[in-house]
T-cell receptor
């Protein structure tokens, strides 16, 4: 169930290091953003979300940063663990709609 | 922990046949969604469903597709006259509410059209 296309960007990090995964979104009218994790053979799993009236939100080991000026979203994972290896997608929702637009995804590889 | 379930996990069908993909959303959720992911491509929104009707659909969701909540637990996606390009993973998702509420995804059904 993961995006395994040849063009999927890959980020390799050492176990214990911090990871930063970036996403550029397209619609300035988007008001809600989500980061998903997708492991091999599974559906997307919610990690963290952020509304457009915020620029930062923290969860357990994860932080999402939103820069509306340049339409950029990032996911920071602290102390990356082997279990974090997966494909990570951002998704945006246009204000007033029920529709989520997903990004292409980034493959995170955690090196032991 | 409650989860969204989908059946079958893999469906193989011949071109031109009809398929029904089944989903059981989380029981107290009110909003239901179908997405698809063609191999090597991004997850694409197909349709959202609330209060027994479609609330939004994408350009992909044409007359070939339909959704139904036949009873209090199941949510189905019917694809009529399947085409080779319908081969993909189909994910069902559900959420308690709409704005700012987490969508829970099922494990997906891999549809292969031959």
């Amino acid at each position: 169930g993961e995006s395994v296309g040849l063009h999927l960007p890959t980020l390799s990090v050492q176990e214990g290091d911090n990871s930063i995964i970036n996403c550029a979104y397209s619609n300035s009218a988007s008001d809600y953003f989500i980061w998903y994790k997708q492991e091999s053979g599974k559906g997307p799993q919610f990690i963290i979300d952020i509304r457009s009236n915020m620029d930062k939100r923290q969860g357990q080991r994860v932080t999402v940063l939103l820069n509306k000026t340049v339409k950029h979203l990032s996911l920071q994972i602290a102390a990356t663990q082997p279990g974090d290896s997966a494909v990570y997608f951002c998704a945006e929702r246009t204000s007033g709609t029920y529709k989520y637009i997903f990004g292409t995804g980034t493959r995170l590889k955690v090196l032991a | 922990e409650p989860e969204v379930t989908q059946t079958p996990s893999h469906q193989v069908t011949q071109m031109g046949q009809e398929v029904i993909l089944r989903c059981v959303p989380i029981s107290n959720h009110l909003y239901f969604y179908w997405y698809r992911q063609i191999l090597g491509q991004k997850v694409e929104f197909l349709v959202s469903f609330y209060n027994n009707e479609i609330s939004e659909k994408s350009e992909i969701f044409d007359d070939q597709f339909s959704v139904e909540r036949p009873d209090g637990s199941n949510f189905t996606l019917k694809i009529r006259s399947t085409k080779l390009e319908d081969s993909a993973m189909y994910f069902c998702a559900s959420s308690e509410g709409l704005a700012g509420i987490e969508q829970y995804f099922g494990p997906g059904t891999r549809l292969t059209v031959t």
